[in-house]
């Protein structure tokens, strides 16, 4: 395939994506809780990074079960967040720097509070009964064995109508059945309506699992009285590509917009029948394998070592499988999961340079980078050791069974310090004043224990500073459509400890070399590497401050480098 073919040059795969988590960003009135004005105060600093655009996690009415997850009206904005008046002086400010703004589509489902939902569970005749998936209990039972994502049964019954419903996540979150017109035309028309007021696209929540396999089959085939993890039946099911075709044709064809869907069980193969321009479905997706490699299967609470050698296998099978074809967003934390230097990286000794090496890899790679708050300052994990400082319904409902069944709480409680989401979730760290510049008043959730010493002013203030070293990459990016568009060769896969790969592009060739360890390692030969490669390469960045005092092979810990083949 030749180099423009390849390109199908579009903005939104040249953009770096900065996302936005309201709730802990900036508090602009002192009450706790991050806010929209508080956002379009810090709009200054959110361009400086020089990123394109801003992902706003969900500012809609709630009752916040599930943090804004859970909407209560797709017209309306959250009260703790502000007025609708707020929503649009933010966007105006937005893009009067140049920034776009893609809000979050949350479809799968709506809040118990939602009108639809009250009306639907009113009576059998309501006429949005068939807006949810109500279903007679099977002797007695439930209709099946699937479990929810945030712990018990996916199945609530409703005694007034003498029902159940399906409910994937809390049971505070009944999902939309997608199979009634009627709800797909609902959901389109809102959809027109943000549009219409000028946003630049949508992330879509959990879109893959909009269409169910019809009879809602058991996971298991004998009744053992157990639940079970049931993607394999919610994911990808049967009508997926026609919704998302018929979304793609009523609605995002119709505007200039970007579209990137959350989409756990994917595969690279099925992710191109996703996001191949022929697909006419979306722009991309947010795959999960990668965010698998260091725990069990279904199970993030069972943690594994990182194994690298896989995990550079996974990068390597979407970077390849996806060129030419689809399009990839490529991200390493978001506010459902825990801090990427702490899982990744060194978030003691190294942190400053894991910080800026995996940086370094998520602007180098095809796709889209996505960060996330906090990011850019090497933000880690919370340090919370009380099990009263969680706020995430996933944790409490989960340490609740813990509970009930007699499990190891210790253990649970160091799962949640590890893989809980609430590590992302703890207020941006501005400075090192009154709760780190987030808030005047007490916030919603204790600040992460780092943040004296890890705050945006302390950063900025130091020579080797992250969101200095990160602003140089963007730039790099900008100016090298290699990097966005260049074909990925993958080097030394075996290599437990340095990931090292090429982009090519027309006659540019750069090679990226990452320290994913501690130690610091020597560049060996292997197919298609030659150690001595990098010295007769000129040296672009690197997140070291002064060149290594030893050879130019040895690569020191957690060391970022990337080279080209000419002047740049
Ligand atoms: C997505 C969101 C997550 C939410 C869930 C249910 O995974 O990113 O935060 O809890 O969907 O809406
Ligand atoms: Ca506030």
């Not at 920034?99 to 949005?128: C, G, P």
Request: hydrophobic share 35%; aromatic share 12%; proline share 4%.
């Amino acid at each position: 395939m030749n180099a423009q073919v390849c390109m199908d040059r579009k903005w939104w795969k040249e953009a770096v994506v900065y996302q936005v988590y309201p709730r802990s960003f900036f508090d602009s009135n002192g009450d706790g809780i991050g806010d929209l004005k508080g956002i379009t105060e810090k709009l200054d600093y959110i361009k400086s990074l020089g990123v394109d655009v801003v992902w706003l996690n969900p500012v809609y009415a709630s009752p916040n079960d599930d943090n804004g997850y859970d909407i209560s009206n797709y017209f309306e904005i959250m009260q703790e967040f502000g007025t609708m008046s707020d929503w649009e002086d933010l966007l105006a400010e937005m893009h009067r720097r140049g920034l776009r703004m893609i809000m979050d589509l949350v479809v799968n489902h709506t809040s118990d509070e939602h009108q639809w939902f009250v009306s639907s569970r009113a009576s059998r005749e309501s006429k949005y009964r068939d807006y949810y998936i109500w279903r007679d209990a099977e002797g007695g039972k439930r209709p099946n064995d699937w479990g929810s994502h945030f712990s018990g049964p996916a199945w609530t019954w409703d005694s007034q109508t003498e029902q159940y419903y399906l409910h994937l996540f809390t049971g505070k979150q009944p999902d939309l059945n997608w199979e009634n017109e009627k709800v797909r035309e609902d959901v389109f028309t809102m959809m027109r309506w943000w549009l219409d007021k000028g946003i630049d696209g949508f992330r879509m929540d959990t879109i893959n699992m909009i269409s169910k396999v019809p009879g809602f089959p058991s996971v298991s085939s004998v009744d053992d009285g157990k639940l079970h993890y049931a993607g394999r039946y919610f994911t990808n099911g049967p009508h997926i590509h026609d919704y998302l075709r018929e979304m793609n044709e009523k609605v995002l064809s119709r505007y200039d917009i970007m579209s990137v869907g959350e989409c756990p069980l994917v595969a690279p193969e099925l992710a191109v029948e996703y996001t191949s321009p022929e697909a006419k479905q979306l722009n991309m997706l947010f795959q999960f394998e990668h965010m698998g490699v260091d725990h069990g299967i279904d199970n993030k609470w069972e943690g594994l070592e990182l194994d690298l050698v896989k995990f550079k296998s996974i990068i390597s099978k979407w970077q390849t499988g996806l060129h030419g074809r689809g399009w990839n967003s490529n991200y390493l934390m978001n506010h459902d999961q825990p801090r990427s230097v702490s899982r990744f990286g060194d978030d003691k000794e190294f942190r400053v340079e894991s910080a800026k090496m995996l940086l370094t890899f998520l602007l180098t790679l095809e796709g889209t980078p996505y960060i996330y708050q906090g990011e850019e300052i090497g933000m880690i994990n919370s340090g919370f050791t009380d099990i009263s400082e969680y706020r995430d319904v996933e944790i409490i409902n989960h340490n609740q069974e813990i509970k009930e069944s007699g499990g190891d709480l210790e253990k649970a409680l160091a799962a949640y310090a590890r893989m809980g989401r609430d590590n992302s979730r703890t207020p941006m760290q501005w400075t090192a004043g009154k709760n780190a510049g987030f808030s005047t008043g007490r916030p919603w959730i204790n600040l992460a224990r780092s943040w004296k010493e890890i705050n945006v002013e302390a950063d900025l203030a130091t020579p080797d500073s992250i969101i200095k070293y990160f602003k140089e990459l963007v730039g790099v990016r900008k100016r090298n459509l290699c990097l966005v568009y260049g074909e990925y060769v993958h080097l030394l896969p075996d290599d437990s400890r340095l990931f090292i790969y090429r982009r090519l592009f027309e006659d540019e060739s750069i090679l990226v070399i990452l320290n994913f360890s501690g130690e610091e390692v020597e560049l060996y030969p292997g197919k298609g590497f030659d150690p001595d490669e990098p010295g007769r390469m000129k040296l672009g960045i690197c997140n070291y401050p002064a060149p290594g005092t030893g050879s130019v092979k040895m690569i020191r810990p957690f060391e970022a480098r990337i080279y080209w083949n000419q002047d740049k």
